[in-house]
């Protein structure tokens, strides 16, 4: 991890080589456990509210007790963010079922481990902000909601990291997971939008997608913006015949799509994208009272669509 990664686990700040957990919690021992991905800008995290919320859903739905409450988590992403030695950064907040005896039934895991690391990230190249990334369509498929509901963020991303593999095995940048029906659900780390026409559609959290806080904002950003926005069922061909297509997510911000299997998009990026990005930084500015609305490097300014080459 970069030096400037910091970590706080059960109330402490440690330094790396003391940040350690028991070889006996179940969230190593079985992926038994939650996260949350939080972005920080000028030292202030980006919707916290809602991922504390959803990290709380996520811990009812497994039954797994959170031993602190909103406020003290609040309080350790503030403790957190202020030694961070930048003003913009990237948080995963865990929580694992705690240590306990081998064996799947967690009856004897006594305290969750609530584990909170800071640090840097970039999910692409800058230079893919503005060419767009390549996708593929991965033979794994996203669990079926029926097994574990997608709006649970578990640890465990197993067939994410397998669809990953697959991505980089074909020499390309991202794969999308399809559910048990053929629908899209999701990529490996990030929800779909398409836009057909002018209109924004996104995968159904019922079709496997995650219920993303950069999601949700993203429709919000449409409503107001009068761009016509749906989640709808889509299949691969929605995303071959689609006239832009980008993926969000905390980590990945807005990303824009040039390619899926081969097939390049009509644009990349699009105007609908380039607006939506421009809206979405005002929206960081205005929450974060950040000094400065800018495109990361390399991003297209909102009146710079590009064509594709197709």
Not at 49 to 56: D, E, F, K, M, P
Not at 140 to 164: E, F, M, Q, V
Not at 296 to 305: A, L, N, W
Request: glycine share 8%; with cysteine.
């Amino acid at each position: 991890m970069p030096d400037s990664t910091c970590f706080w686990i059960n109330g402490r700040l440690l330094p790396e080589r003391e940040a350690v957990i028991p070889v006996t919690d179940h969230g190593l021992l079985y992926g038994d456990g939650v996260f949350e991905g939080i972005r920080f800008y000028h030292r202030t995290p980006f919707r916290l509210s809602a991922h504390l919320q959803r990290l709380a859903d996520s811990c009812k739905a497994i039954r797994l007790a959170l031993p602190y409450t909103r406020t003290q988590l609040t309080e350790a992403v503030d403790e957190i963010i202020t030694i961070f030695p930048e003003e913009d950064g990237y948080l995963r907040l865990m929580v694992t079922r705690g240590s306990g005896p081998m064996g799947l039934n967690p009856a004897g895991c006594k305290q969750a481990n609530v584990i909170l690391i800071a640090t840097r990230l970039e999910m692409v190249h800058p230079e893919l902000r503005n060419e767009g990334i390549r996708l593929i369509i991965a033979s794994t498929r996203r669990l079926p909601a029926d097994g574990l509901d997608p709006r649970i963020k578990s640890l465990n991303y197993l067939n994410h990291i397998l669809a990953r593999m697959e991505a980089t095995q074909a020499g390309v940048e991202e794969a999308v997971l399809l559910n048990g029906q053929g629908r899209v659900a999701e990529g490996s780390a990030e929800n779909i939008f398409i836009v057909q026409g002018g209109h924004l559609a996104t995968p159904r959290p019922a079709d496997g997608a995650l219920a993303g806080i950069t999601r949700g904002l993203i429709l919000e950003l449409a409503a107001k913006l009068n761009i016509p926005a749906r989640e709808v069922p889509l299949t691969p061909y929605d995303l071959y015949t689609a006239d832009e297509c980008f993926m969000s997510g905390t980590g990945a911000e807005l990303i824009p799509v040039r390619e899926v299997d081969g097939r390049p998009l009509r644009h990349c990026p699009g105007p609908v994208f380039s607006t939506l990005a421009s809206a979405f930084r005002k929206q960081v500015a205005e929450e974060c009272k950040t000094r400065a609305c800018k495109p990361r490097e390399g991003e297209p300014k909102e009146s710079e669509p590009k064509e594709s080459l197709s």
